[in-house]
């Protein structure tokens, strides 16, 4: 999370935090030199809360709320009694809120100190591409699925793989939150343990489920690679293996770029598939193992509560995307004598655009950090800093949206036979994206429950609407869009707080 308050007027200069670590003291009252009541007795105040603002001129003009003023004046022994004794208040509070209101604000403005949110573009590209790249296997397993037997709506075999997912999503959302909570506490052994239970536990788990489930033998075989992949990707992503996992996904690169170009035999599609199945596996083995080499250090693990609501969030959110792309086959087979959906081509393009931002957001999840916590050191009062953070949020959320729309139209005439989307089906992928962005960033900020629920809620309503013959993208629209509308406020009043971003 970024630093604290400041609470020292020259922090980021050298030797400010031997200079925070001192016990600081109300500056005290100069005495005079003499007893001479006539020339040396000092004038008394009419307030002695004037003189007190004096003495505490420096620290009052620095803070940015009165809780910092507060919390000197108790770490100095001021009770509530002296408060009352002393200067006519009630308690230290009262005291320090009239102190903020007397002194004038002059902040010395932002500190030379690096960022701490800082981000590397490209990074973010990379994380970008190796969130895109595993699509390609889909393209090499096409042939696996047999569309012409259907099985609970869809073509067989593809149910299996949409539950096998979805819990692969949830499970995994949930393993990286109890891994990066490790990372956080400098134990990277027990990070290491939990990779290695959790993700070979999640692959069965999806992968039994998908089975149950039924339907080819080539469908379910790929299903349960698929599930293994997710666990080994996993793995490398929260280690920070980026180019491990970019190396692991060029078999599937390559291959799929062949298929553009000749027809490869299922033979060499599966080897492909198996090639890259195996190297991710194989390298996430490795990285989990070199784990255990370092010593524990943390005692106390992250909490359950932030993991189970992380894998909720998850589930959530693949219900949701799983609709924006199979929204329409699910419609058709449900209503097979419907007419055929407008501009279900587009799906597919949306769905590509969606996934190639993943890099940009988190970009801009960086992005807001870094402006957020500009913000605690340069506002002047707590509604200047929820004005420039509602501004920051608003700014990265919109430039987010039109880099979505910009790929969306740069793809479209790449696809074969799509058509170029409508203004229906662009709201509704909007609002589908703002709702994943504005969730992420939440979830950052440990905002864990109550944007889980929304994000549950609105995977609950679009899902039941569409089994109950709605069309997906009117459900997508009402979904998505009620989750946007409920989860921006939420952000702009939670991250307005100075506390959330400590």
């Not at 809780?67 to 002296?82: C, H, N, P, R, V």
């Not at 701490?116 to 490209?122: C, E, G, L, Q």
């Not at 359950?304 to 219900?319: E, I, K, Q, R």
Request: net charge positive; hydrophobic share 55%.
């Amino acid at each position: 999370m970024s630093g604290p308050l400041r609470l020292v007027p020259d922090e980021g200069t050298p030797g400010w935090a031997e200079e925070t670590m001192r016990l600081r003291t109300l500056p005290r009252r100069r005495r005079p030199k003499s007893l001479d009541p006539v020339a040396d007795y000092p004038e008394l105040s009419p307030d002695p809360l004037d003189e007190l603002a004096d003495r505490l001129a420096d620290l009052c003009a620095d803070a940015v709320h009165p809780y910092e003023i507060a919390a000197f004046l108790e770490s100095d022994g001021l009770t509530d009694e002296q408060a009352a004794l002393l200067y006519g208040r009630p308690d230290a509070f009262t005291l320090a809120e009239e102190l903020f209101d007397k002194v004038d604000r002059r902040y010395p403005g932002p500190v030379t100190a690096a960022d701490p949110w800082r981000a590397d573009p490209w990074r973010c590209v990379l994380r970008g591409l190796v969130f895109a790249l595993p699509g390609l296997g889909y393209l090499l397993g096409a042939g696996l699925f047999n569309a012409h037997r259907m099985r609970f709506g869809l073509p067989s075999g593809m149910a299996a793989m949409a539950a096998a997912t979805l819990l692969s999503w949830a499970w995994n959302q949930a393993l990286a939150h109890r891994a990066y909570g490790w990372l956080s506490r400098a134990d990277r052994r027990a990070a290491g343990r939990a990779l290695a239970i959790g993700g070979p536990a999640g692959a069965l788990l999806a992968a039994t489920a998908g089975w149950l489930l039924g339907g080819p033998l080539a469908a379910l075989l790929f299903t349960i690679g698929q599930s293994c992949y997710l666990a080994a990707a996993t793995a490398l992503l929260v280690l920070g293996k980026e180019k491990l996992l970019l190396a692991a996904l060029s078999p599937s690169a390559i291959g799929a770029g062949l298929v553009f170009a000749v027809p490869l035999p299922g033979p060499a599609r599966a080897a492909i598939l198996l090639g890259t199945l195996a190297a991710a596996l194989g390298l996430a083995g490795w990285e989990v193992r070199r784990c255990f080499a370092k010593s524990a250090t943390a005692a106390e693990g992250p909490d359950w509560s932030s993991t189970v609501a992380a894998g909720l969030f998850g589930l959530a959110v693949g219900t949701l995307t799983m609709i924006a792309g199979l929204g329409a086959t699910l419609h058709h087979a449900l209503r097979p004598l419907a007419a055929p959906l407008a501009g279900a081509s587009a799906t597919g393009p949306a769905l590509v655009a969606l996934t190639l931002s993943l890099g940009l957001a988190e970009w801009l999840l960086y992005r807001y950090r870094a402006l957020a916590t500009t913000a605690l050191r340069v506002s002047l009062s707590p509604a200047a800093f929820r004005r420039r953070t509602a501004l920051a949020l608003a700014g990265c959320l919109l430039g987010y949206l039109l880099a979505v729309a910009a790929i969306d139209f740069a793809v479209t005439p790449l696809w074969a036979n799509a058509h170029l989307i409508g203004a229906t089906q662009l709201t509704a992928l909007l609002l589908l994206a703002a709702t994943l962005w504005t969730a992420l960033l939440l979830q950052a900020l440990a905002v864990a429950w109550r944007t889980a629920g929304l994000c549950l809620a609105a995977a609950g309503f679009e899902f039941t609407a569409l089994l109950a013959g709605g069309d997906p993208v009117m459900v997508q629209l009402y979904g998505c869009g009620a989750a946007a509308v409920l989860l921006v406020p939420v952000a702009v009043v939670v991250l307005g707080r100075t506390t959330r971003h400590r």
